[in-house]
């Protein structure tokens, strides 16, 4: 339980009015070098990995690697994008190891699903909220087993036993003589020791790391200028390239006049491809004026004529009609008749942009016999296996390096624009790094759905609910990223905090429909199914408490008695906002709870709304139970960072479609 | 055509059109990564750099119009007090995430820091607030810059 970590973002007094906000944000918007001694997790114990070893190595598993000069490497099999899972993992490993922070290096894993898949995705991936979750005890079992190598190591050559010895600080010391000796200086005997079956991981009482906040790993170079991002690679004679898409989903070049652009100093080569055409040039600035030089007529295909309201307007439709149920809990169509009360509403909530920071970008080098690729990834397998079926090539010659990610929000675990600089690269001769222009990043993101929701409940003649059902219509992000967890029309995702919910309700219905958007792709962003759900489910519970004339907090309360914990985050939130305390004149206090990625977390907003309608968000307490915090600051800047993320959205964000096109082109305010 | 500029107090000769914005000349001809590409326009600042101790987009900013002036960036910044202040500031609040943006937000606190040694909230909000950060580091990046301006140039 980490209670105690509220958040409570005072200073969004000074900046949270609307036209801050607006103003600030996106409104519309190898294994070892040298080898080693490698064991995978998915082979867990079994032998050495094919890679050479360097005989005064010590790699007992895919994470670990001990030079005999002492320096400790560890593989990250998560990507870095801003939530801390470079010091997090490090910090796993670490605590079992018996190392400091400081005297490790990180370095980004390759692509292997073998040796690198999340446990929980099955795929090596970073995203759904669930790296710390999955890596919690394999990489706790790796630290431990490299820890009891290097002690067996030590006591062979004291020729006492390992039982007298113990790990510290990078050492292994022999308390009853006092002797030690460096992890360095026992790297090349560890490697011979047997792998234990089994090691015993370290009680939470003993944890030196876990659970302390510990400094980042990754900040240093990124308050100089020395962090390297994907957009920041440079291989020799690599030429930058820029591009324009389609402005409608699905459409073609249909006629190309490239004379004016080819003149601008810089410009190298026009590739034109089916629907898009990339200028490339010595650098980005020849790029894009070659770029706004192209003469393109499009064909726009058959999307042409398409808006955001027709998309809308299906949607409602198809909720008229019945769709896959993902729960029912009692006879909630016979509650409601019955109930004296019913209640009923429908909610639309938009597409929305990712805006990373860094716009998508690629660099790619393709070669007679293979190819080599820089990106910043979250699903660096898969790049691997995009970039290996676009060429016709195998696996094996295709080779990715991964960087850190300028932000993420789950639009780089889409790999559309790798394909993408693959298909360029392979009409170039020589690396080329693709880089897309904002407007591009804005209108061909792949959006979070936009979706339509019924729901309706009815209460007693105490106020309290006897019946919910709720459908709701969409695209499925999953269906599309990973089709074999898309199961008779339904997706965990599309119905994360619509069902399983933490109050108690006799009879509860909740049903999905998939509806894809033409043309229009969908992705991961940021939470996905539960920015939608949990925004319908708790604006709802406020419509029940306010026909039930109760107040919203304590009529959430009542309702939690099972669910011990969100209570508890509830109260807490409730508390430290100082629920019930008098506000002045148009100002109010809004509450949300949610029990999502495994964790539970209540909000309260302090909202002022001003005579002519604008909204400044004056205030927000957050309280989360997480479990285990392994890194607590890191925590708090998560979601001091996840409740900025969903104020933007909430009040600002949007895509929209008009003719075909996204409306939303910058960071315009 | 060829253009002499002063970037960190090292001359440099580039050879580019006239229009080129300064960031592609250091990004791109320069190999200077530091200044990042977010928007191409002057709506994100993630391009930030000083000319002549202002803070200026360097999206925006082309080559021909530099002339004699010097241009500073964050892997020089460091060396300037104010600069100095705030990156270290930024490590003790742990301010950076994904940290693209940080060189922008850097290169405005710095700038901000070294006219006016004590902002207001205000201030800080005025300087600050062309510079779009993703991650939502606002917060800390307040507290770091009113740390730094607590701290002295020797360490703080």
């Keep these: ?59 007992p598993n895919a994470f670990i690697r001990i030079g005999s000069d002492g320096r400790i490497v560890l593989t990250m099999p998560y990507v870095e994008m801003g939530q801390g899972t470079y010091t997090s993992v490090p910090m796993l490993i670490a605590e079992e190891l018996e190392v400091d922070l400081k005297q490790v290096q990180l370095e980004h894993a390759p692509p292997n699903e073998k040796l690198y898949a999340n446990p929980l995705l099955g795929v ?155 200028v490339v040039a010595d650098h980005m600035g020849s790029a894009k004026k070659g770029l706004a030089a192209l003469r393109i007529e499009w064909d726009d295909g058959p999307h042409a004529k398409l808006t955001t309201a027709d998309v809308a307007r299906e949607l409602e439709q198809v909720t008229l009609a019945s769709g896959a149920v993902a729960q ?20 639309q909530v938009p597409f929305l942009a990712h805006a990373t920071m860094e716009p998508m970008n690629c660099t790619v080098h393709v070669r007679q016999d293979g190819c ?54 392979q009409r170039v001769d020589g690396p080329v790094k693709v880089v897309w222009t904002r407007a591009d990043d804005i209108q061909h993101d792949m959006y979070r759905p936009n979706w339509f929701d019924r729901i309706s409940a009815g209460l007693d003649t105490k106020g309290i609910p006897v019946a919910w059902s709720h459908r709701f219509a969409g695209s499925s992000v999953v269906a599309r990223w ?152 890191t925590v708090q800047a998560q979601i001091q960072s996840a409740v900025i993320f969903g104020i933007t959205a909430a009040l600002h964000g949007q895509v929209t479609l008009k003719g075909g096109r996204v409306e939303q082109s910058n960071f315009h305010y | 055509m060829t253009f002499q500029i002063a970037v960190n107090g090292i001359n440099r000769s580039v050879d580019v059109d006239g229009d080129t914005p300064l960031l592609w000349v250091l990004r791109d001809v320069l190999g200077m990564t530091g200044t990042k590409f977010g928007c191409g326009a002057a709506l994100c600042g993630a391009c930030t750099v000083h000319i002549d101790g202002v803070a200026t987009r360097s999206c925006i900013t082309p080559i021909d119009s530099i002339g004699d002036s010097q241009v500073t960036t964050i892997e020089a910044i460091g060396a300037t007090s104010a600069g100095a202040r705030i990156q270290r500031a930024w490590l003790d609040r742990e301010v950076p995430q994904c940290g693209y943006c940080q060189s922008g937000q850097i290169m405005s606190a710095a700038a901000l820091l070294a006219n006016n040694p004590h902002p207001t909230d205000t201030d800080i909000d005025d300087a600050m607030s062309g510079n779009i950060c993703r991650c939502g580091t606002y917060l800390r990046i307040r507290e770091a810059i009113k740390k730094a301006a607590q701290s002295t140039g020797q360490g703080g």
């Excluded at chain 1, 190898?30 to 490698?38: I, N, V, Y």
């Excluded at chain 1, 397998?381 to 960087?403: D, M, Y």
């Design chain 1, 1 to 59: 339980m980490i209670r105690d970590r509220n958040v409570q973002a005072r200073d969004l007094d000074q900046t949270g009015s609307a036209s801050n906000l607006s103003r600030r944000r996106l409104l519309q918007a190898g294994a070892a070098a040298g080898g080693g001694l490698m064991l995978s997790l998915s082979l867990p114990f079994v032998g050495r990995h094919s890679e050479a070893l360097a005989a005064d190595e010590f790699a």
């Design chain 1, 124 to 278: 090596q991936a970073t995203g759904n909220s669930n790296a710390m979750r999955g890596a919690w005890k394999p990489l706790r079992e790796a630290g431990a087993t490299a820890r009891t190598m290097l002690v067996a190591a030590a006591a062979e050559r004291w020729s006492v036993d390992a039982k007298s010895c113990r790990a510290q600080n990078g050492e292994v010391v022999h308390a009853p003589t006092g002797r030690r000796l460096g992890y360095g200086e026992l790297a090349a005997a560890a490697a011979t020791m047997p792998v234990p079956a089994s090691v015993a991981l370290k009680a939470p009482s003993e944890f030196k790391l876990i659970g302390t906040p510990a400094k980042r790993l990754d900040l240093p170079a990124k308050v100089n200028g020395t962090a390297v991002y994907g957009i920041d690679v440079r291989p020799p004679g690599v030429k930058i390239a820029t591009l324009a898409q389609s402005p409608v989903f699905g459409g073609r070049v249909k006629s190309l006049d490239d004379t004016a652009a080819t003149a601008v100093k810089g410009v190298r080569q026009i590739v034109r491809l089916d629907d898009a055409v990339a």
């Design chain 1, 328 to 347: 029912n809990i009692g006879d909630a169509e016979k509650a409601l008749a019955g109930a004296a009360t019913k209640i009923e509403a429908t909610y």
């Design chain 1, 372 to 425: 080599e690729i820089w990106v910043g990834t979250q699903a660096l397998a898969r790049v691997q296996a995009s970039a290996a079926k676009t060429l016709g090539l195998p696996l094996e010659k295709v080779a990715v390096h991964n960087h850190l990610i300028g932000g993420g929000f789950g639009r780089r675990l889409d790999v559309d624009g790798v394909v993408r600089a693959v298909e360029i690269a």
């Design chain 1, 482 to 633: 990973a089709p074999p967890f898309f199961k008779n029309g339904l997706d965990a995702d599309s119905t994360e905090g619509a069902v399983d919910l933490v109050y108690a309700l006799p009879s509860m219905h909740v049903e999905y429909v998939r509806v894809e958007p033409p043309g229009i792709p969908t992705a991961f962003w940021r939470s996905v199914g539960p920015s939608h759900n949990v925004f319908v489910v708790e604006s709802f519970m406020d419509e029940l408490a306010a026909a039930a004339k109760q107040d919203p907090v304590a009529y959430r309360l009542a309702l939690l008695d099972k669910t011990p914990r969100a209570k508890a985050v509830l109260a807490l939130a409730a508390e430290k906002a100082g629920w019930g305390q008098p506000l002045r004149e148009r100002i109010g206090r809004g509450v949300s709870l949610q029990h999502v990625f495994a964790t539970y977390l209540a909000v309260v907003a302090e909202v002022e709304v001003s005579e002519e309608g604008s909204v400044r968000v004056r205030r927000v307490v957050c309280a989360v139970d997480c479990g285990t915090a392994i890194n607590p600051d």
